[in-house]
């Protein structure tokens, strides 16, 4: 079952036009780690949500839920 949370990752990345050794590289992490968060096979750290949400512009709401929220 693939989450909502790792295609999020991959469909906000790919549209800002970066790898996954780009994203990786912005976040902190392997490029390993960020295709296991893509595949489902893992969900990033903690420590990982902020920078990954800033890196791809959402929130940590966002990024968990895999929609997009109506900003107030």
Same mark, same amino acid.
């Given at each position: 079952m693939e989450m909502p949370t790792g295609k999020t990752i991959q469909t906000l990345r790919r549209q800002k036009g970066l790898t996954q050794e780009q994203l990786a590289e912005a976040v902190g992490v392997t490029a390993a780690a960020v295709s296991k968060w893509e595949? &489902?096979? &893992?969900? +990033?750290?903690?420590?990982?949500?902020? +920078? %990954?949400?800033?890196? %791809?512009d959402i929130n940590v709401n966002e990024l968990l839920s895999g929609e997009k929220l109506p900003s107030e």
């Open positions: 595949t &489902g096979n &893992g969900m +990033p750290d903690i420590a990982y949500l902020s +920078p %990954l949400c800033e890196v %791809l």
